[in-house]
């Protein structure tokens, strides 16, 4: 935004919202917000609306008529508020994202998961078979605690690869 290149921020907001937010969050929560677990939902929700708040306020020097129905529509602004006027958001410290449950091992984890499950969905593309096709899939971990994880994790991935079985 300093340096005027409004390109390069479109394309990291589209990178984020599109393919972080709702490619991998929105697809990880509906199991959530579907089950029975209501602190759980609740906790979720939390996550969507902060993320999404935040995303409209990044977004608002881009499209600003949109983000500022949007935000209203949202509930996230009070009778005579506007989104211009709301905190720019900014970068939670160590502390924040503690409260939030985030940990660098959490966040490292996620990486890794999403690099198995994109190279599962490359796999499945490179030999043709269709993406509703549920077919079964075989994980070798780098280790013993890695398959610790995974395995503690299979409930959720398991929908996210289209897994018919998958063993570990």
Not at 43 to 61: D, E, G, I, N, T
Not at 70 to 86: A, P, S
Not at 93 to 103: P, R
Not at 157 to 165: C, D, G, Q, T
């Amino acid at each position: 935004l300093e340096r005027f290149r409004f390109n390069d921020l479109a394309h990291e907001l589209y990178e984020f919202i599109w393919h972080q937010y709702c490619d991998w969050y929105v697809e990880y929560s509906k199991d959530i917000l579907y089950g029975k677990d209501a602190a759980r939902r609740t906790q979720v929700l939390k996550v969507m609306h902060y993320v999404f708040s935040s995303a409209l306020r990044l977004l608002h020097p881009l499209m600003p008529f949109v983000t500022e129905e949007l935000w209203h529509g949202m509930g996230y602004g009070g009778e005579g508020d506007t989104i211009v006027r709301g905190p720019w958001p900014l970068a939670l410290d160590a502390k924040a994202l503690q409260k939030w449950g985030i940990s660098a091992e959490g966040v490292a984890y996620v990486d890794d998961k999403h690099d198995m499950i994109r190279a599962g969905r490359t796999l499945r593309s490179d030999y043709g078979i269709p993406p509703a096709q549920k077919i079964d899939y075989i994980i070798k971990p780098v280790s013993a605690a890695v398959a610790q994880t995974l395995a503690a994790d299979l409930e959720s991935i398991r929908p996210l690869l289209r897994a018919e079985s998958l063993r570990i």
